[in-house]
């Protein structure tokens, strides 16, 4: 008996183990549904009323007109019935590693030689966490100035779930030529660190781009333009770094992984050599004369102006950084029209980081917006149009079934206040709820 009592405590002890170790089904994806009183969808060129829109796991599964009546059962629904709901927002040009220091203080030289990596990223955390909660569920970050490949680290940690943020299209290190980078001005006996990996000659651009993609990049950024000053004839001139051949290096190893090639370039000759070294986008573009914008449409390249940076930290106007800084913002407001009215693809980026992250990224709409920009058409440069640039045509930055549950909803109408979307009150990211004030 005693036997036969042992024989059977152990076979339960058995049985518990096994079904303890027995493998679960998964669970079934969180559906969750949202109603959406208006909704901007990206795409479309005018918003819908009362949308029904359904979310199982990190996609939308479906979006439609709504009357509550078809509800799945026992989804979590959640009332934007108030509000307007948009994609998540991208921004095509920021710098996690920046802090939009002012120059007074030391600027953008202290970032580099002051505070070691760990106080940098950190810092970065920050950035990135500041980007979600305004709204931005996905960044393309160009470059980390002097941090190495501090943005790769960051997207980890983002992706594994340790720290909110965006997506992150990273591109590490960026490149550009000796004397096209800072640090500089300092005396020539002691070594500095640079912004960028400095390369000279094709053989070196090529190998920057490869390790740079090696470690991760998922676009490679190169600055075709540095100092810049107005000219003799008042005309805004920049300094070009890369010859064409060195880009073309660069554009050619990027393109064989797949990946597309970012060019900072202010105007004139850096300018024309980034569109005959075939790049893929046009970072800033502050003076786009009629033959650039000839070739951008020829070749589909993508400008991303970034108007609001240039309206901070101007030196004293009758200083050559003065007249500098003033006829920048001059001439980008006169090439961003020329672009909007030839019908360039135009995306939406700050270059936040040159400013700080506790300013409202959403400023630049308010630029667009007043340089003749549709606030509809200000909207899809942040949405649809930027997903298209990132090559993620249909699953981000729109609102439609199989694209990423990447959404965002304010309390007003962006469309007769283009300023709300500095106050975005409800924020998804992959199907997560990362914060709703409109409860
Ligand atoms: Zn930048």
Redesign the pocket.
């Known amino acids: 008996m005693r036997n036969f009592l042992i024989v059977i405590a152990v076979l339960a002890l058995i049985a518990i183990a096994a079904n303890a170790q027995a493998p679960s089904p998964p669970p079934a994806p969180q559906v969750t549904v949202i109603c959406a009183g208006a909704l901007i969808d990206g795409k479309s060129n005018t918003p819908r009323r009362n949308q029904v829109i359904v979310i199982r796991g990190e996609r939308i599964e479906s979006v439609a007109e709504g009357g509550g009546a078809n509800l799945p059962a026992g989804a979590n629904v959640i009332d934007l019935s108030r509000a307007t709901v948009l994609p998540g927002m991208i921004d095509a040009?920021t710098?996690i590693f920046l802090q939009g220091e002012d120059p007074a203080e030391g600027g953008y030289d202290i970032q580099l030689l002051k505070y070691g990596l760990a106080f940098r990223a950190a810092r970065a955390t920050v950035s990135a966490r500041r980007a979600l909660e305004q709204g931005f569920t996905t960044i393309r970050d160009?470059?980390t100035e002097g941090a190495g490949y501090g943005d790769i680290g960051i997207k980890q940690a983002i992706e594994r779930g340790y720290i909110p943020g965006p997506r992150i299209f990273a591109s590490t290190r960026a490149i550009s030529t000796t004397g096209g980078y800072p640090l500089e001005d300092y005396a020539p006996e002691i070594e500095v660190p640079k912004g960028a990996q400095l390369i000279d000659g094709p053989v070196e651009a090529r190998k920057a781009a490869r390790e740079q993609l090696d470690h991760g990049a998922d676009w490679i950024k190169v600055y075709m333009t540095h100092r810049s000053w107005v000219g003799k004839n008042g005309e805004l001139v920049s300094q070009p770094t890369l010859t064409v051949e060195e880009l073309k290096a660069i554009v050619d190893e990027t393109h064989g992984w797949g990946k597309k090639v970012a060019c900072?370039a202010y105007g004139g000759i850096g300018l024309h050599r980034a569109l005959d070294g075939g790049c893929d986008s046009i970072?800033?573009g502050l003076d786009l004369d009629d033959a650039a914008i000839a070739q951008m449409l020829k070749q589909g390249t993508w400008f991303c102006p970034?108007l609001s940076v240039y309206y901070g930290h101007w030196a004293p106007e009758n200083t050559p950084a003065g007249q500098r800084d003033r006829k920048r913002v001059e001439v980008h407001n006169v090439s961003f029209k020329k672009a909007m009215k030839a019908g360039v693809k135009m995306v939406f980026g700050t270059?936040v980081?040159?400013f700080s992250w506790n300013e409202p990224i959403a400023q630049e709409f308010g630029r667009m917006v007043e340089q003749g920009m549709s606030p509809m058409q200000a909207i899809q440069t942040a949405t649809a149009r930027a997903g298209e640039l990132l090559d993620m045509s249909g699953q981000l930055g729109v609102i439609a079934p199989g694209a990423y549950a990447d959404i965002i909803a304010v309390a007003g109408d962006p469309l007769a206040d283009i300023n709300q979307l500095k106050q975005v009150r409800f924020v998804m990211k992959n199907g997560s709820t990362y914060k709703n004030e409109l409860k």
Request: charged share 25%; hydrophobic share 10%; no cysteine.
């Open positions: 040009h710098h160009v470059e900072h970072e800033h970034t270059d980081g040159g």
